[in-house]
């Protein structure tokens, strides 16, 4: 899985949201991206997932243009959103239908909330959105880690999480296959500590630095 990002420009109206980015992702790269608030992280990890055409430039994941193949890009990528989608279906027709859709046993689903600590028997018939919204994340990140994707985007996963979430959280990513590459949005590096080995720092819409991390 490599992406390539070549001088990618993304407005809003007149607001320069993403200013001539360039940068690319290769095998087994696990990155840290920070910023502050409106720097371009998510709009940057939007349109790596297809969601945002761009005004100028490029994106490749895997040799495609994620707007013309979303469908084959999103095949190879596990995200979590930092604020989890209103699903009204319940907990038991969203694993069936990830399943169905991924090839992903229903059992590793569960075995992965386990681990999170999220009790999928006790809650199976409720709907996804009257879960709690770390119950709602810890489930969102069973469905990430059990696919087994060659691309993880984790945007703020931990937001949600209480202090024992975000250790078990943690814990899980160090079990991550050594060759997928990662991208977490974040503002506390101190919490990667182990897991990253690439910083890219934005600020208004442009890298400002992109560095390795040194263990």
Same mark, same amino acid.
């Given at each position: ?14 607001? +320069?949201?993403?200013?001539?980015? #360039?940068?690319?992702? &290769?095998?087994?790269?696990? *990155?840290?991206? $920070?910023? !502050? ?27 495609? +243009?994620?707007?013309?193949?979303? #469908?084959?890009?999103? &095949?190879?990528?596990?995200? *979590?959103?930092? $604020?989890? !989608? ?130």
């Amino acid at each position: 899985m490599i992406v390539k990002i070549e001088n990618a420009v993304k407005n809003f109206g007149e607001v +320069n949201v993403l200013d001539d980015i #360039t940068l690319e992702i &290769k095998e087994g790269d696990k *990155i840290a991206m $920070l910023g !502050p608030n409106g720097a371009g992280k998510t709009t940057l990890i939007r349109a790596i997932l297809g969601y945002y055409r761009l005004n100028s430039g490029k994106i490749e994941v895997d040799g495609m +243009n994620p707007v013309m193949h979303r #469908t084959q890009i999103l &095949k190879k990528i596990s995200f *979590i959103p930092q $604020l989890p !989608p209103p699903i009204k279906i319940s907990l038991n027709d969203l694993i069936n239908y990830i399943c169905t859709t991924t090839g992903v046993q229903k059992e590793s689903i569960i075995r992965e909330a386990e681990d999170m600590e999220l009790d999928v028997g006790k809650n199976i018939n409720k709907p996804f959105f009257k879960l709690s919204g770390g119950m709602k994340q810890k489930f969102l990140i069973a469905i990430a880690l059990a696919r087994k994707s060659e691309l993880y985007i984790f945007d703020e996963p931990t937001a949600n999480l209480d202090p024992k979430g975000r250790e078990n959280f943690y814990h899980l990513l160090k079990n991550l296959d050594e060759r997928s590459s990662v991208i977490y949005v974040t503002h506390r590096l101190e919490d990667l500590k182990g897991l990253t080995n690439r910083l890219v720092y934005l600020d208004i819409g442009k890298i400002t630095e992109d560095k390795k991390i040194e263990e």
